[in-house]
T-cell receptor, first 114, second 113 residues
Framework: AQSVAQPEDQVNVAEGNPLTVKCTYS??????LFWYVQYPNRGLQFLLK??????LVKGSYGFEAEFNKSQTSFHLKKPSALVSDSALYFC????????????FGTGTRLQVFP | KAGVTQTPRYLIKTRGQQVTLSCSPI?????VSWYQQTPGQGLQFLFE???????NKGNFPGRFSGRQFSNSRSEMNVSTLELGDSALYLC????????????FGEGSRLTVL
């Protein structure tokens, strides 16, 4: 069965420093991986996806993610964090081929301090 | 282009009542999915509909049901509400399966007293 794991409940980083939010996955077949962000009392916003192609995926708001097949990881990164990046981040994997069903990780709360 | 619209945004019910939540997808999107978000269980998949057909169903009791109309709008219903049904219910739409990302609405926050 498809699954994703986000090993960190919270990540703290100072503004201007690089940030990494970790995600590992377990899939059968080719992985379809996604990152979403959720601000307080809001729905989820799409950041980026990996379906095929380059291992470095660039997304919204300056975020990028690196797909690593050998380590089964899909870590979210940003070179310079902003206070406004503080939010809840979810990694997700498509559960079943040819559907939209996603399996989400437990989420990582990112706190960026001024 | 208008986003995914969910109504109502907030509602309070008591145990034993039923509730209907509505979702209007982005114009042209034919696939609608529903998720339940709670602090303890995280984001859990409820249903997926495409062209009025339920394609997938999550591991929820039969009290949870849904449907999709010919205009792609979707509703979900929860009958005989329990305290544990208190959650943020999120609807998401996409043009169709395998097209990529889902577009989420703001959610309907249900509180069961």
């Amino acid at each position: 069965a498809q699954s994703v794991a986000q090993p960190e409940d919270q990540v703290n980083v100072a503004e201007g420093n690089p940030l990494t939010v970790k995600c590992t996955y377990s899939v059968s077949g080719n992985p379809y991986l996604f990152w979403y962000v959720q601000y307080p009392n809001r729905g989820l916003q799409f950041l980026l996806k990996y379906i095929t192609g380059d291992n470095l995926v660039k997304g919204s708001y300056g975020f990028e993610a690196e797909f690593n097949k050998s380590q089964t990881s899909f870590h979210l990164k940003k070179p310079s964090a902003l206070v406004s990046d503080s939010a809840l981040y979810f990694c997700a994997v498509r559960a079943v081929y040819n559907t939209d069903k996603l399996i989400f990780g437990t989420g990582t709360r990112l706190q960026v301090f001024p | 282009k208008a986003g995914v619209t969910q109504t109502p945004r907030y509602l309070i019910k008591t145990r034993g009542q039923q509730v209907t939540l509505s979702c209007s997808p982005i114009s042209g999107h034919r696939s609608v999915s529903w998720y339940q978000q709670t602090p303890g269980q995280g984001l859990q998949f409820l249903f997926e509909y495409f062209s009025e057909t339920q394609r997938n169903k999550g591991n929820f009791p039969g009290r949870f049901s849904g449907r999709q109309f010919s205009n792609s709008r979707s509703e979900m219903n929860v009958s005989t509400l329990e305290l544990g049904d208190s959650a943020l219910y999120l609807c998401a739409s996409s043009p169709g399966p395998l097209t990529g990302e889902l577009f989420f609405g703001e959610g309907s926050r249900l509180t069961v007293l």
